[in-house]
């Protein structure tokens, strides 16, 4: 006769961390699958909406080189300022490429 090993019940297994400290292999539920499928239709929501708003900043950058040139010295005064200068050569450096080439993919 072949010894049965009785395995946990779905709902005591809520976690892969939970599954793994009692030796079963870590599965999703349906419930944790749904959910995480539900997160990251979110988080891809979020990133579309950000490429759209990054897209719509280089558009303007690249009409308006003088005046995002103007501001970016101005932002990295005020961030230079609050820092203390902790940070004056790398704040240096982004202002010096956003003047150089402004609207352009960084490479």
Do not use: C
């Not at 072949?2 to 793994?20: C, D, F, H, Q, V």
């Not at 990133?47 to 080189?65: D, H, I, Q, S």
């Amino acid at each position: 006769m072949t010894e049965r090993t009785e395995l946990p019940r779905p709902e005591m297994i809520n976690s892969g961390i939970r599954a793994e400290l009692i030796g079963v292999p870590p599965t999703l539920t349906r419930q944790e699958s749904a959910r995480e499928r539900l997160v990251m239709a979110r988080l891809f929501r979020k990133l579309a909406v950000l490429a759209g708003a990054t897209e719509a900043a280089r558009r303007y950058a690249r009409k308006n080189p003088e005046k995002v040139a103007r501001l970016a010295e101005n932002a990295g005064r005020f961030v230079d300022k609050k820092t203390h200068g902790k940070y004056h050569s790398k704040i240096e450096g982004a202002v010096r490429k956003v003047r150089g080439n402004p609207g352009q993919r960084p490479v």
